[in-house]
């Protein structure tokens, strides 16, 4: 949860997990959707001991596997495919961070709206509408008029 101490590494083996912050106001704001095979941590506990910034919690039932990060990275030291490995991870990781702030930055809500749908179509029918629109950014309502407009 946003503000706990975790300094686990989370794999999904089945389900799909949401990843959210919660605003001051008590809005959600979400960050991503794990689906089987996704990888996921808090950069800031896990680097610097800092409280976690975002929760998770799994939308479906789910199955995530917890690696403590300190013990992956301590076993990296001493084995060059779990360094390779982990290096994947942290790219990966970072990768997706700059094209999701890229997205939220310099891509309309409808842009927003047709990029998932195109590069996630197997995940939007497993979410509810109104985690679609907080995905985007938008509210249920715009979601709606964007879809109407576009099936037009």
Known sequence: MQGDDDSNVYFVKSGLLKAYYIRADGK???KSFLGEGSIIGSMVALVDGD????SLVA???TLAIALPYKALADAAQNDIS???ALVGFL???GKRKEQRE?????LSAEDRYELMMETMPEISG???QADLAAYIGITPQALSRIKRRLTK
Do not use: D, G, K, V
């Open 82 to 84: 779990l360094a390779n």
């Open 126 to 128: 497993r979410i509810s």
């Open 91 to 93: 790219s990966t990781y």
């Open 28 to 30: 959600e704001h979400i």
């Open 51 to 54: 409280p976690c910034t975002f």
């Open 102 to 106: 890229y997205q939220l930055l310099s």
């Open 59 to 61: 939308n479906e039932p």
